[in-house]
């Protein structure tokens, strides 16, 4: 079975700045995709960026980037300029290419932007 | 367009209560997730529609738990004879394609179940 760990519960930064969350994650797979997602207090989770497990490139969105380490398992998101519209609930997640493409979610990390 | 919308927003059951949640995907969405939210966690799957054909219902958490997908687009979530640990957020999603990696899940703003 997959796991997906996020090992920092809340975090905090300041606007402007940049912050960097992390996500650790185990599969056997060779062929996978990672996200992150957000979870605004509204409750509708919305897709930040994905990551193809067999690009080597690092993904980025705008201010989003991640650091894809394959070998280590390791997934981080770092959002650079934070806005205080960037606090909210952010979602390290996995899919394999079975069982429909389901989300394998990690606990979560609270994100506070603060002005 | 219309994202994916879920009915009712809150739902309060009394414990023993059966309950409805519906999910509207995204018009033309051939896959449709469900997936339990509990306070304070990640989602967790449920159930997964390809169409009208339920292919995965390995995270319904017990036979109370009981979903269908009649004609391949609205989705209903049934829970019968509610347990006070049934109470969770209920997401559905939607995706475009069916079996394809990467695909992007289109979340509803979910559905907060309080069983009393």
């Known amino acids: 079975a997959q796991t997906v760990t996020q090992s920092q519960p809340e975090m905090s930064v300041q606007e402007a700045e940049t912050v960097t969350l992390s996500c650790t994650y185990d599969?056997?797979?060779?062929?996978?995709?990672l996200f992150w997602y957000k979870q605004p207090p509204s409750r509708q989770m919305i897709l930040v960026i994905r990551q193809e497990a067999y690009k080597q490139q690092n993904a980025t969105e705008n201010r989003f980037s991640v650091n894809f380490q394959k070998a280590a398992k390791s997934f981080s998101l770092k959002i650079s300029d934070s806005q205080l519209g960037d606090t909210a609930m952010y979602f390290c997640?996995?899919?394999?290419?079975?069982?429909?493409?389901?989300?394998?979610f990690g606990g979560g990390t609270r994100l506070m932007v603060k002005p | 367009g219309a994202g994916v919308s879920q009915s009712p927003r809150y739902k309060v059951a009394k414990r023993g209560q059966d309950v409805a949640l519906r999910c509207d995907p995204i018009s033309g969405h051939v896959s449709l997730f469900w997936y339990q939210q509990a306070l304070g966690q990640g989602p967790e799957f449920l159930t997964y529609?390809?169409?009208?054909?339920?292919?995965?219902k390995s995270g319904l958490p017990s036979d109370r738990f009981f979903a269908e997908r009649p004609e391949g687009s609205v989705s209903t979530l049934k829970i019968q004879r509610t347990q006070q640990e049934d109470s969770a957020v209920y997401l559905c999603a939607s995706s475009f394609a069916g079996r394809q990696l990467g695909n992007e899940q289109f979340f509803g703003p979910g559905t907060r179940l309080t069983v009393l």
């Open positions: 599969t056997s797979e060779n062929n996978y995709y």
């Open positions: 529609f390809q169409n009208e054909a339920q292919l995965d």
């Open positions: 997640a996995f899919t394999m290419n079975n069982a429909g493409n389901m989300l394998t």
